[in-house]
Antibody, heavy 118, light 106 residues
Framework: EVQLVESGGGLVQPGRSLRLSCAAS????????MHWVRQAPGKGLEWVSG????????GYADSVKGRFTISRDNAKNSLYLQMNSLRAEDTALYYC???????????WGQGTLVTVSS | DIQMTQSPSTLSASVGDRVTITCRAS??????LAWYQQKPGKAPKLLIY???SLESGVPSRFSGSGSGTEFTLTISSLQPDDFATYYC????????FGPGTKVDIK
């Protein structure tokens, strides 16, 4: 059974940093691209960042480019999101998401909540 | 960047109704389009990928069509479990999600 478990969320002051982690199990992690998708309270889904299976291709939404860094450790079956210079508008539930054979997300974690506030 | 729009933003319908949601892309995305269903407090669930392919385990009352810039999601006979918010998503160039369509009870 595919499992994606996010951690690392919490309350942080504007301008500070936070690192999210996603522990994956139930599938061959290094076969698949992975993504982070966020959802602000009461709002829609927003793609944040994606990374190919071998980290050779990485992309970011314009809203986080230059502030967030995605990475993965295939030996540890883990995905990460380093978030720097956090802003109030980064407040959201952050989902870890796995890409499937259909080339888009087929599994989602339950999310970790990031709240940016003074 | 590719922008996605959906219409309507809200749809009121009754059990048994045929429901259609439209999604448009700002440029051609071929068939690289997916549809997700999300219920309150839950992660999204993949329904359709590559515009018209039904994800395993998804009821056959859900169907998708379209290519290029215009796409539709159809629910042939709305069931009580289908009241939710639906998002389209392009994956021709990374990802972009549409703003969502909330299907509620009439």
């Amino acid at each position: 059974e595919v499992q994606l478990v996010e951690s690392g969320g919490g309350l942080v002051q504007p301008g500070r940093s936070l690192r999210l982690s996603c522990a994956a199990s139930g599938f061959t992690f290094d076969d698949y691209a992975m993504h982070w998708v966020r959802q602000a309270p009461g709002k829609g889904l927003e793609w944040v960042s994606g990374i190919s299976w071998n980290s050779g291709s990485i992309g970011y939404a314009d809203s986080v480019k230059g502030r967030f860094t995605i990475s993965r450790d295939n030996a540890k079956n883990s995905l990460y999101l380093q978030m720097n210079s956090l802003r109030a508008e980064d407040t959201a539930l952050y989902y870890c998401a796995k890409v499937g054979v259909g080339a888009t997300v087929d599994y989602w974690g339950q999310g970790t909540l990031v709240t940016v506030s003074s | 960047d590719i922008q996605m729009t959906q219409s309507p933003s809200t749809l009121s319908a009754s059990v048994g109704d045929r429901v259609t949601i439209t999604c448009r892309a700002s440029q051609s995305i071929s068939s690289w389009l997916a549809w997700y269903q999300q219920k309150p407090g839950k992660a999204p669930k993949l329904l359709i990928y590559k515009a018209s392919s039904l994800e395993s385990g998804v009821p056959s009352r859900f169907s998708g069509s379209g290519s290029g810039t215009e796409f539709t999601l159809t629910i042939s006979s709305l069931q009580p479990d289908d009241f939710a918010t639906y998002y389209c998503q392009q994956y021709n160039s990374w990802f972009t999600f549409g703003p969502g369509t909330k299907v509620d009870i009439k």
